[in-house]
């Protein structure tokens, strides 16, 4: 296949018939594959890269415009093969019929076709990349906020999850750190200043782990990558080889015209009690940006008695 054939906007479909388009996609250009009722896997092949993207139905039907999977996007621009794995809801990929699905493909020499090999998710999908890149040593990873694990043995302190601790996460393709000892490269991507992030994020320290940070960004770093269009040019990166912090860096810097953070960073100052920053701060994005807050707030420290 080449990848010329048109894949269509799917905003607007019910779950159901978005689903049945995405995997008949699939079957024109590669294969599909239900696995279990919340899970299933949709095969486009083109070139000697493939990205192996764990998305939510949800997420891929509301982060772009066109309600495709991230993966689409990516692999059609650069004449990369995909591997979508797809769950309704935050599942972390949990289940027998994905387990048996990965080992198909690991008796098929599946991964050994690609010269390139890279897992990418975020959150629970994070989790779930970095936990099934064991099919394919050599590999990379890229895990935005990954969970390392949900057994409440090891990550008691995380609250947030707790209708998951019933779920197994000891068994196989399980503890994800374990998991990417064979990877070439894992990138985590997190907010140090988010607690729970930070504490998975210090589960997967092993030699081939680079960690990327994202300070003051909070808790939805994969629609704020998207939004600054940093996504994609961190995973084609990735994919070469070029993935440093340094280049993060410079990835990054679109951080200064992003409101979202630019309102965090404020929130931070005022509450450490830095007026001087503060006012530093406001002079730079109402000179750039017709931002009232950030002007309420520097009139208020040129005028404290008004």
Same mark, same amino acid.
């Given at each position: 296949m080449d990848?010329?054939f @048109?894949?269509? =906007?799917?905003?607007g &479909?019910?779950?159901?018939?978005?689903?049945?388009r995405?995997?008949?996609? #699939?079957?024109l250009?590669g294969?599909?594959?239900?696995?279990g009722?919340s899970?299933?896997?949709?095969?486009? !092949?083109?070139?000697?890269?493939?990205?192996?993207?764990?998305?939510?139905?949800?997420?891929?039907?509301?982060l $772009?415009?066109s309600a495709?999977?991230l993966?689409?996007?990516?692999s059609? !621009?650069?004449?990369?093969s995909?591997?979508?794995?797809?769950?309704?809801? =935050?599942?972390?990929? /949990?289940a027998?019929?994905?387990?048996?699905?990965?080992?198909?493909?690991?008796?098929?020499g599946?991964?050994?076709?690609f010269?390139?090999?890279?897992?990418?998710?975020?959150? @629970?999908?994070?989790?779930? #990349?970095? #936990?099934?890149?064991?099919?394919?040593?050599?590999?990379?990873v890229?895990?935005?906020?990954?969970?390392?694990?949900?057994?409440?043995?090891?990550?008691?302190?995380d =609250?947030?999850?707790?209708?998951? *601790?019933?779920?197994?996460?000891t068994?196989?393709?399980?503890f994800?750190?374990?998991?990417i000892d064979a990877?070439?490269q894992?990138?985590?991507?997190?907010?140090?200043?988010e607690?729970?992030?930070?504490?998975h994020a210090?589960?997967? $320290?092993?030699?081939?782990?680079?960690k &990327?940070r994202m300070r003051?960004?909070g808790?939805?770093l994969q629609?704020?990558?998207?939004f600054?269009?940093?996504?994609?040019?961190m995973l084609h990166?990735?994919a070469?080889? *070029?993935l440093?912090?340094?280049?993060?860096?410079?990835?990054? /810097?679109?951080?200064?015209?992003?409101?979202?953070?630019?309102? *965090?960073?404020?929130?931070r100052?005022?509450?450490?009690d *830095?007026?001087?920053?503060?006012?530093?701060?406001?002079?730079?994005v $109402?000179?750039?940006?017709?931002?009232?807050?950030? #002007?309420?707030?520097? !009139?208020?420290?040129?005028?404290?008695?008004?």
């Open positions: 990848g010329t @048109p894949r269509n =906007d799917l905003s &479909l019910a779950k159901p018939e978005w689903t049945r995405v995997m008949e996609q #699939a079957d250009e294969a599909s594959d239900r696995l009722r899970h299933f896997a949709a095969f486009i !092949k083109s070139g000697p890269v493939l990205l192996v993207s764990f998305e939510t139905v949800q997420g891929m039907r509301g $772009t415009d495709q999977p993966g689409w996007h990516l059609r !621009k650069l004449g990369w995909h591997l979508l794995l797809a769950s309704d809801g =935050d599942t972390w990929f /949990r027998e019929e994905v387990y048996a699905y990965f080992d198909q493909l690991i008796d098929e599946f991964f050994e076709e010269e390139t090999v890279l897992f990418y998710g975020a959150g @629970p999908c994070g989790y779930a #990349a970095a #936990a099934f890149s064991v099919a394919a040593p050599g590999s990379t890229v895990a935005i906020q990954p969970q390392a694990t949900l057994d409440p043995d090891v990550t008691e302190w =609250d947030r999850f707790t209708h998951m *601790r019933r779920t197994d996460f068994s196989r393709f399980g994800a750190p374990d998991m990877a070439a894992v990138f985590v991507v997190y907010d140090p200043l607690s729970h992030d930070a504490m210090a589960l997967f $320290t092993r030699p081939n782990v680079t &990327l003051n960004m808790e939805a629609s704020h990558l998207l600054m269009k940093r996504l994609f040019p990166a990735a070469e080889g *070029r440093t912090p340094q280049y993060f860096a410079t990835l990054f /810097r679109a951080r200064r015209n992003h409101l979202p953070y630019l309102r *965090r960073l404020l929130t100052l005022e509450n450490s *830095r007026p001087g920053l503060t006012a530093m701060l406001c002079r730079n $109402t000179a750039r940006y017709p931002a009232p807050r950030f #002007a309420r707030r520097l !009139k208020a420290l040129e005028n404290p008695e008004e």
